[in-house]
């Protein structure tokens, strides 16, 4: 028998997160059954998807799961392996699981996936190099994307929107992009963004928009929703092409906010808009990964993460998606 803590969903929440919402409980973890693996965590991906999932979706008809008031979240972690009874697993392993928001859990061999990551720091399989990075790569690549034209990213200094930046940079685009304070625009213009927007100090986005591409955008790649969505319908040229990635900037509102209000002028410019969901492109990861090594190896990509440590930390560490302190992939680091 081994203890661990585990956060878990408190009450659903409505509005902003607050440590209300969640209980930090210690469990004791149960004797290995044969094809049973003991882990214990390394790294959990903190994701604006657990926000979704913490609030009573009943009556909504939602493609994720809401979590169980009473039981622990989940979410994407790299841990390894402490004992292990499966013949798929030894002692020291390296895994990756869904199996977040714990320090350590017991689980059969088939919930867990070995991993091997030389050259790169293992917890960039949780953002860059894995989910976050393919989510990037699959909805550009939906837009169909042709170098010399417009971009706009929003959330452009998140984990998602960063990586977006840096892919259509190198694919020959101009990129604009979004993000909230003059530290995250600085750090976009390192990475290469031709205009960075805030959007905190400059809250009319289409003004802002119509300043820097009079011409208009050809993609707008939509981490946010809301106000800048509809900026983008605005500014959008003749089939312009926009990805719904997300909507960050909706998730904490206490009823669903209407869709955006100008719909009508994307008929007129025969524009198109998509939604774009990972998991429908697990099987792209490889060429995704050849594309991010060669982008790497060639100084065309970098990324930035920020590190909350200790399984207590989690619940300020997703907070901090949406009051604008955390820059690039943040995460929950859990052990050495
Ligand atoms: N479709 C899929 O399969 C898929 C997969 C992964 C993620 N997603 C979605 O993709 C989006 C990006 O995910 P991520 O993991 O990279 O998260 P992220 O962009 O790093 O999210 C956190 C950032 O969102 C911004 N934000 C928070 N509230 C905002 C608001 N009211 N208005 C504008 N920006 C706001 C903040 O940046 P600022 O400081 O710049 O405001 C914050 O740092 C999310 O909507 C997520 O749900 C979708």
């Given at each position: 028998m081994k203890a661990s803590r585990e956060v878990r969903l408190k009450k659903y929440a409505k509005g902003s997160v607050s440590a209300d919402n969640f209980e930090i409980a210690q469990v004791d973890l149960p004797d290995l059954a044969d094809g049973e693996v003991l882990v214990r965590n390394i790294w959990m991906s903190v994701d604006p998807a657990t926000r979704i999932r913490m609030a009573d979706m009943s009556g909504f008809d939602s493609p994720i799961p809401a979590f169980t008031v009473g039981a622990p979240l989940d979410g994407g972690a790299i841990g390894e392996v402490?004992?292990?009874?499966?013949?798929?697993f030894d002692t020291g392993d390296t895994v990756q699981s869904?199996?977040?928001?714990?320090e350590a859990f017991v689980a059969p061999g088939a919930a867990l996936q070995k991993i091997n990551a030389p050259?790169?720091?293992?917890?960039?399989l949780l953002g860059p190099a894995g989910v976050t990075g393919l989510t990037a790569y699959a909805g550009l690549k939906t837009a169909l994307p042709k170098a010399g034209e417009t971009i706009f990213v929003s959330s452009a200094a998140g984990a998602v929107g960063s990586i977006v930046c840096q892919l259509a940079k190198a694919g020959g685009l101009i990129v604009i992009g979004s993000a909230g304070g003059a530290e995250k625009c600085a750090y976009l213009r390192e990475i290469g963004v031709d205009h960075a927007i805030d959007y905190k100090a400059e809250p009319d986005m289409l003004a802002a928009l119509r300043r820097v591409a009079p011409e208009g955008i050809d993609i707008y790649f939509d981490n946010v929703a809301g106000a800048q969505l509809e900026a983008a319908i605005a500014a959008g040229r003749d089939n312009a092409r926009i990805i719904l990635c997300g909507s960050v900037s909706t998730v904490n509102d206490e009823a669903p906010s209407p869709g955006p209000r100008n719909l009508i002028l994307m008929i007129g410019k025969q524009m198109r808009m998509e939604g774009v969901t990972v998991f429908h492109h697990f099987h792209e990861m490889p060429e995704f990964l050849q594309e991010l090594q060669r982008l790497v190896a060639a100084g065309k990509m970098t990324w930035r993460e920020t590190v909350f440590e200790g399984i207590e930390s989690a619940p300020e560490a997703l907070a901090a998606l949406f009051d604008g302190?955390?820059?690039g992939k943040a995460l929950v680091k859990l052990g050495a």
């Open positions: 402490v004992k292990s009874r499966s013949p798929d869904w199996l977040g928001w714990r050259g790169i720091p293992v917890q960039s302190s955390a820059l």
